[in-house]
């Protein structure tokens, strides 16, 4: 296992035992399939989430708007985005929730990590996923029923071309017999957290990745879960899990689910409650989706900032003195 504790953004985000917060992008609401707040708009409000103390910020891979799905995604490719966050913050860690890897091709999608790695100053933090879109499939001529071994496949040739100079690789959608991927990875690897079981066995993920990205659920699964991830992971690599909250201004307001996701509405004092359950359960960073929130964003992150980071705090990198 590759020692990430010198990776800015791993060493940000995770420490056993500990639960840190992160934040997705968009922060609100969309007004049709228009974001109602502008890049700058957003690109303030990111700023001032790293200044508060948040860990990490992430974005979604939607590579097709599908009107039929219920969510219209991310506007902007996931790369360029955060490359665009990059330029804004200093110490932020960012993350993809999650790359789908099963629509892009395996060696672009090394190099787009490795160069959003480099340029990030080693704080990215890579999530992948085989894709939910029914529609994408067809449009890129992907069979569908292969998102298992294609999302094995991305794993597999992303960790060789970033260790190995000039590999040679022949798989269902790479035959590399000369040239090269670069630039490559400060650690010749990147923190990389498959999203759900993937198509995979636990046993498989627990091996070829560094973490776990797993769907919000009830408390009592959710431990399950994370049992299974530590009993297949005799060292420490971190559980993640997204949450949408609509925080509501009484801080001491009971909470009250928010319908067909697991999410809820409620004051603060509930929402610090529930994050030191995850925390005993095991769940080391919780990515907060916001964008259900009736209230100004600004006064959210405000809030959170003030009164819920300063339990769940991220961490200061680590030097690490190599012999």
Avoid: C
């Amino acid at each position: 296992m590759t020692d990430f504790q010198a990776h800015n953004g791993f060493a940000r985000t995770f420490k056993e035992d500990k639960l840190t917060l992160g934040i997705t992008l968009p922060t609100e609401k969309k007004s049709g399939e228009v974001n109602k707040l502008t890049l700058d708009e957003q690109m303030a409000l990111v700023r001032n989430a790293e200044d508060l103390g948040f860990a990490s910020l992430f974005v979604r891979d939607s590579p097709l708007l599908d009107p039929d799905f219920g969510d219209g995604g991310v506007l902007y490719d996931p790369f360029i985005l955060l490359a665009y966050v990059v330029a804004h913050t200093k110490k932020l860690a960012i993350g993809t929730a999650s790359a789908v890897t099963t629509l892009r091709h395996p060696l672009h999608l090394a190099k787009a990590a490795a160069s959003l790695d480099e340029l990030s100053q080693q704080r990215f933090l890579f999530g992948i996923a085989t894709g939910d879109r029914a529609i994408e499939f067809p449009a890129f001529k992907v069979d569908r029923t292969k998102k298992p071994e294609l999302f094995r496949e991305s794993v597999q040739v992303m960790k060789k071309v970033w260790k190995e100079a000039f590999p040679e690789l022949q798989t269902e959608r790479v035959g590399m017999t000369a040239g090269d991927i670069i630039p490559k990875p400060a650690f010749a690897a990147i923190p990389t957290f498959g999203t759900g079981f993937s198509g995979q066995t636990v046993e498989w993920l627990a091996e070829h990745t560094d973490g776990w990205l797993f769907y919000a659920q009830e408390l009592k699964k959710q431990r399950e879960i994370i049992q299974l991830w530590r009993d297949h992971t005799p060292t420490f690599k971190p559980f993640i899990q997204p949450l949408v909250v609509d925080l509501l201004e009484n801080p001491v307001a009971a909470p009250n689910p928010i319908p067909v996701i697991v999410g809820f509405k409620s004051g603060r004092m509930f929402l610090i409650d529930y994050l030191n359950a995850l925390q005993e359960i095991g769940v080391n960073h919780v990515v907060l989706n916001l964008r259900s929130n009736t209230r100004p964003i600004e006064d959210v992150l405000q809030e959170v900032g003030e009164y819920v980071l300063p339990r769940f705090p991220s961490f200061e990198r680590v030097e690490i003195q190599h012999s």
